[in-house]
């Protein structure tokens, strides 16, 4: 993995965190980052489900959906 390079405002926080006790060292200071962006990554993709499910629900309430066909769909399912 290549070295990190921060700005001089972006290094005198880490340091700041180091010092005041709440990470070790810058490693773990980056790995919160990263799992930071991770957990923003998931909300968004929550929200853009969410968002299409209101308006899929939306839709279906207005009368615009079509029957599923659940044998259409995956025929070998009921093939016994």
Do not use: W
């Not at 405002?9 to 070790?24: H, L």
């Not at 799992?35 to 968002?51: I, P, T, V």
């Not at 209101?54 to 399912?77: I, M, R």
């Amino acid at each position: 993995m290549p070295n990190v390079h921060l700005t001089e405002p972006m290094q005198k926080y880490v340091q700041a965190q180091i010092e005041s006790g709440a990470y070790a060292n810058l490693s773990e200071v980056v790995r919160a980052g990263v799992r930071m962006l991770m957990e923003k990554d998931g909300a968004r993709q929550f929200y853009a489900l969410k968002a299409d499910l209101e308006e899929a629900a939306s839709l279906a309430k207005n009368g615009d959906f079509a029957e599923f066909d659940a044998q259409a769909f995956e025929p070998d399912a009921f093939d016994r």
